[in-house]
């Protein structure tokens, strides 16, 4: 799973066995309720990726103009 910031916008790639999902979002918040909603993904693994993204915005700073939240 990646999650990038590029340029205002927010570049989420999820992959398992038998199936793939990009898509691009105008906000951390838009893509992790995508995240939240792929029904191939469990509970572990979304708070996983949700806490690595909290870590490397952590050392990284925020993405330009967009604080992250966190998700429901």
Same mark, same amino acid.
């Given at each position: #799973?990646r999650?990038? @910031?590029r &340029? !205002? @916008?927010?570049?989420?790639?999820? %992959? !398992?066995?038998g199936?793939?999902?990009?898509?691009?979002?105008?906000?951390? $918040?838009? =893509? =992790?309720? %995508?995240?939240? #909603?792929?029904?191939?993904?469990?509970?572990?693994?979304?708070?996983? =990726?949700?806490?690595?993204?909290? %870590? $490397?915005? &952590?050392? %990284?700073g &925020?993405?330009?103009?967009?604080?992250?939240? !966190? &998700?429901?």
């Open positions: #799973m999650i990038l @910031l &340029a !205002g @916008l927010v570049l989420l790639n999820a %992959e !398992g066995a199936w793939h999902h990009s898509s691009q979002h105008a906000s951390l $918040q838009d =893509a =992790a309720l %995508e995240l939240a #909603m792929l029904p191939q993904l469990g509970a572990d693994l979304y708070a996983c =990726a949700l806490s690595d993204l909290e %870590e $490397q915005l &952590a050392k %990284e &925020a993405a330009p103009d967009e604080p992250f939240w !966190g &998700a429901a």
